[in-house]
């Protein structure tokens, strides 16, 4: 084992890389400077069609370069960023709070529904993160005001844009971990093997939950030809049968109908899906290198055909899929299925990923702190590299460290949970 100490949350800092190629970076706090000034002016006006004249003819005159409102009675929403744009674009940094609690407090806070905050994707609970969030039509200064209020959650950086940031709205994550303890001796050599050959792109624990049922199951669930699911689900608390995904998708297998599915919400149920797609895919990549190794057969890169599904692959792989769909009891019409009723679709995904721009230093490890490099026998590691969008850093720590980096091993290891 080439690395004995425990990773707390405070080693693994994550930093989103935007579409442009730039590491997010919480640099300020301070409000942008104003470019739409507002003043209200009084004048009465008593009829509808004379509010709507004089709105009309601030625009034709002003060349729709000034927005109007009126407020009195009937009270309009005035927007006074209309130039710039509807969304608040901003920096998200938290420390070892999940994305979407983190989301659910901001909410909160504001007084609005969590999904008017919109991210590019999940960060790791038990790491310090910064990404790009974006909500809708709340001024900067509002978001700003709760940095007095949160605990381990930051915003900045606020701008206000056309476009709101999505689902997927990344080229990749750039990380910065220290790892405790390291064996100088062997530590270099693997460092440039990582470098030079990358490693295994699994999906990591986080895709797989860590419930009682894990994400997984579920989705297997989904599957008709599953037996004994009904009587895996009744495990599910009681309280718990009306109100959670588990509990809904026992209530559809038990109606025995396809069309129960639509009592839960297709996010969810997808999430669930996914997650069964990626253990299928975990088991295949398993198989395959412990069957043919890492060298490339004929028929390995193939390009889909469809802007649905991937083509299976001809070569000797083909084998491979055919053992685990026998397995899973599963065949090529079930995903035909899952694609129809709940537009789960296939794709591509690397087997190796190499990471980018891989630096690291040693520190002499000073209890908690850490230091400058000294002769001592154990040192602390500090790695940084870059992984594209859907690649784990557990994973490649795993090839680095030859450790399980999952959650529960982790809390094994640490001296709190």
Not at 14 to 25: L, W
Not at 255 to 278: D, E, F, W
Not at 379 to 388: G, T
């Amino acid at each position: 084992m080439l690395l004995l100490g425990p990773i707390r949350f405070q080693d693994f800092i994550v930093r989103e890389i935007d579409p442009c190629g730039n590491v997010v970076t919480l640099t300020t706090m301070e409000a942008p400077e104003a470019q739409v000034q507002t003043r209200w002016l009084k004048y009465c006006v008593v009829t509808s069609k004379k509010i709507a004249k004089m709105h009309k003819c601030i625009r034709e005159f002003f060349e729709s370069k000034l927005d109007s409102s009126t407020r009195g009675d009937r009270k309009r929403k005035f927007w006074p960023h209309q130039q710039q744009g509807d969304y608040c674009n901003f920096v998200l940094y938290k420390e070892n709070k999940d994305t979407q609690v983190a989301i659910a407090l901001i909410a909160k806070k504001l007084n609005i529904k969590p999904a008017n905050i919109s991210v590019a994707g999940n960060k790791d609970r038990r790491a310090i993160t910064s990404q790009l969030a974006s909500v809708y039509r709340i001024e900067a200064s509002q978001l700003l005001s709760l940095n007095r209020y949160l605990r381990s959650i930051k915003v900045g950086n606020c701008s206000y844009k056309k476009n709101s940031i999505f689902l997927g709205n990344l080229s990749g994550n750039r990380f910065s971990i220290v790892l405790r303890y390291a064996d100088v001796s062997t530590v270099t050599s693997c460092l440039e093997r990582l470098d030079r050959l990358g490693f295994i792109n699994y999906y990591g624990a986080q895709r797989f939950g860590t419930t009682n049922i894990p994400t997984y199951k579920v989705g297997r669930y989904a599957n008709p030809n599953i037996k004994n699911a009904t009587a895996a689900l009744e495990k599910v608390s009681r309280h718990l049968r009306h109100t959670s995904v588990e509990g809904m998708l026992l209530a559809a297998l038990k109606k025995g109908s396809k069309n129960n599915y639509a009592m839960i919400p297709r996010n969810m149920l997808n999430l669930y899906l996914h997650s069964y797609q990626s253990l299928l895919w975990n088991r295949l990549v398993s198989r395959r290198i412990q069957r043919f190794g890492i060298r490339p057969l004929p028929g390995d890169l193939i390009q889909s055909n469809s802007r649905l599904y991937a083509k299976l692959p001809e070569n000797e792989c083909a084998r491979l899929y055919e053992e685990i769909f026998k397995e899973e009891s599963l065949d090529p019409t079930t995903f035909a299925d899952l694609r129809d009723q709940f537009h789960v679709r296939g794709g591509l995904r690397k087997v190796f990923v190499r990471p980018a721009d891989l630096k690291y230093r040693f520190a002499m490890l000073e209890g908690r702190e850490l230091a400058e490099p000294s002769g001592e026998k154990f040192l602390a590691l500090i790695v940084e590299f870059s992984l594209p969008a859907g690649c784990y850093a557990t994973m490649a720590l795993r090839e680095l460290c030859r450790i399980d980096m999952s959650k529960k091993a982790q809390s094994k290891r640490n001296d709190y949970s």
